[in-house]
C-alpha cells in the first residue's frame, strides 16, 4: 500500500554495530539520490519469506543497474536464526544476491514497527516512504512503485514490463481458501497428536527418542515443519502432517501452511 497522501516518512538509519553478509555496511545517507532502496524483513525459516525471494532476485536482476538497492533485513522468528553462521549458510543456499543484514536481536525490526514477515518497505532517492506491504502478494504493486521511483531517478530509463505472476494464486484480485492456521510451539502442542516423549523448551518441543512423532491435521497447499537439531540443519521441511524424529533431540518448532492454490477458472 502507499503511505497517506502528503506523508513525509523518512527510512531510518541502520544501527552502526550490525553485522552484514554480501556488503561491509550499507548506510541510508549513502545511497540518497543515486538510489531507490528496497528494504525487505525475512527469515530463511519462514516459508512466506521463501515464496517471496523469486520476485526479489528478479527485482534485483532487472533493476539493480537502474538504481534499485535492494536490502534485506534477516530478523529471526527462532531461536536457531540468532546464530550468524546459521544465517549465512542459508543466504549461500538460497543464493540471495544482494546485502543482508543481521538483526539478531530485532533492532531494526523495531526501528521500522515491522509487523511480520516479509516486511517490504520501498523509499524514494530521498530516502521517503513510497510504498509497504506485509506478507506475500503485491508484487504488481511493487513492481510499478519501484518504475515510478527509478524514473525519477532518470526520466528516460528502459524499464522492462512488470513480471507475470510466479504462481496462480500471485495474480492481482484472486480469491483464495481459507488454510489452517500456523502450528506455534510449544504454546500449540494440543494441536499435535504426540507419539512417545517430547518435552517443552524456548521456542520448541524436543523430541526424548528416536521414533518419537508429532502428527496434526491441516488444509494447505504445503504444510513446512520447522526443526533444529545437532545433526539437523535448522530450517524448513515438507511434511505430509506427520514429523518423525530421526535422533534424540530434535526440535520442533513450528508447522507453517502456504495457500491452497485457486482452482483452474
Not at 33 to 53: K, P
Request: aromatic share 10%.
Amino acid at each position: 500500500m502507499r503511505p497517506p497522501a502528503g506523508a513525509e516518512i523518512p527510512a531510518p538509519e541502520f544501527p552502526p554495530q550490525l553485522s552484514w553478509l554480501g556488503a561491509p555496511f550499507m548506510r541510508m545517507d549513502r545511497l540518497l539520490g543515486r538510489h531507490a532502496v528496497l528494504i525487505e524483513f525475512w527469515d530463511f525459516a519462514r516459508v512466506h519469506s521463501l515464496r517471496t525471494l523469486p520476485y526479489l532476485r528478479a527485482w534485483h536482476e532487472r533493476y539493480a543497474d537502474a538504481g534499485l538497492q535492494i536490502i534485506g533485513v534477516h530478523s529471526p522468528g527462532y531461536s536457531f536464526g540468532r546464530d550468524p553462521g546459521t544465517v549465512e549458510r542459508a543466504v549461500e543456499r538460497l543464493e540471495v544476491p544482494y546485502p543482508v543484514a543481521l538483526d539478531p536481536e530485532l533492532e531494526v525490526w523495531r526501528l521500522y514497527g515491522n509487523k511480520g514477515w516479509p516486511g517490504r518497505y520501498l523509499f524514494d532517492r530521498r530516502s521517503l516512504l513510497r510504498h509497504v506491504h506485509y506478507g506475500e502478494g503485491e508484487y504488481l504493486e511493487t513492481e510499478l512503485a519501484i518504475q515510478e521511483c527509478l524514473r525519477e531517478i532518470d526520466a528516460d530509463a528502459r524499464l522492462p514490463e512488470p513480471l507475470a505472476p510466479l504462481r496462480s494464486e500471485d495474480a492481482p484480485g484472486v480469491l483464495m481458501e481459507p488454510q489452517t492456521a500456523d502450528i506455534v510451539l510449544p504454546a500449540d502442542r494440543g494441536r499435535l497428536e504426540l507419539v512417545r516423549d517430547w518435552t517443552d523448551g524456548e521456542d520448541w518441543i524436543a523430541a526424548a527418542d528416536a521414533g518419537a512423532a508429532a502428527s496434526f491435521t491441516f488444509t494447505a497447499g504445503q504444510a513446512f515443519a520447522v526443526l533444529s537439531g545437532d545433526d539437523l540443519e535448522p530450517g524448513l521441511y515438507e511434511t505430509g502432517g506427520t514429523v518423525t524424529a530421526e535422533s534424540p533431540g530434535v526440535r520442533l518448532h513450528a508447522v507453517q501452511f502456504t495457500p491452497v492454490p485457486p482452482a483452474p477458472s
